[in-house]
């Protein structure tokens, strides 16, 4: 019996032992990083874009109030409409600085409201345009929000094809029908 237990205690030490530093494995190189980079990309500082300013009390404009650029035919803000390409829902180029506008008020004016109501046109079904609808009007209420209104002042609503501008049906007249209406509070 004490043969096992003298056996079992040399095997147990043979276990631990250790091994010689020439025989060890060799420790993995260390690579200085900056936190978050990548090996072989470079990073480059996000721009953020210009908002032009927006004075909702210069002369000329409909009233002293902030609110009165809204009703102003030579402020950006007058414009409402942002319209759509076919069975698209990206906001095109040409339509930003309208939106950046509007995200500007909506930053300096912590209380105003707005409705942003996607439309289609009347091709396609009535589930896919109100889901249509639904991503246009979502994609630019998510633009002014980026760009510095609050999430709680801007909803998002779809009207599928409910409310057309136009009643024809020719490419010309559904052009008009594939758009966001923005509405600020009263307006809806």
């Given at each position: 019996m004490r043969l096992i237990v003298v056996l079992s205690a040399l095997a147990l030490l043979a276990g631990c032992q250790t091994t010689p530093e020439d025989q060890q494995p060799s420790?993995?190189?260390?690579?200085?990083?900056?936190?978050g980079a990548k090996p072989g990309v470079q990073a480059k500082p996000v721009e953020r874009p210009?908002?032009?300013s927006v004075?909702?009390?210069?002369?000329?404009?409909?009233?002293k109030s902030p609110a009165?650029?809204?009703?102003d035919p030579s402020s950006p803000l007058s414009r409402r409409q942002i319209?759509?390409?076919?069975?698209?829902?990206?906001?095109?180029?040409?339509?930003?600085?309208?939106?950046?506008?509007?995200?500007?008020?909506?930053?300096?004016?912590?209380?105003?409201?707005?409705?942003?109501?996607?439309?289609?046109d009347e091709r396609?079904?009535?589930e896919y345009n109100v889901a249509l609808g639904q991503r246009r009007s979502d994609n630019v209420k998510k633009m002014l929000v980026l760009l510095g209104?609050?999430?709680a002042q801007v909803e998002a609503v779809s009207l599928g094809e409910e409310k057309p501008m136009c009643a024809d049906h020719n490419e010309q007249c559904w052009?008009?029908?594939?758009?966001?209406?923005?509405?600020y509070g009263g307006e809806y």
């Open positions: 420790a993995a190189g260390v690579e200085e990083r900056k936190p210009q908002v032009g004075d909702a009390t210069k002369p000329g404009a409909a009233g009165g650029a809204l009703k319209f759509f390409d076919y069975d698209k829902f990206e906001v095109k180029d040409e339509y930003r600085p309208v939106i950046e506008a509007h995200a500007k008020y909506l930053r300096d004016n912590a209380n105003a409201k707005m409705l942003v109501q996607g439309n289609a396609g079904s009535r209104a609050r999430e052009a008009k029908n594939r758009r966001g209406d923005m509405l």
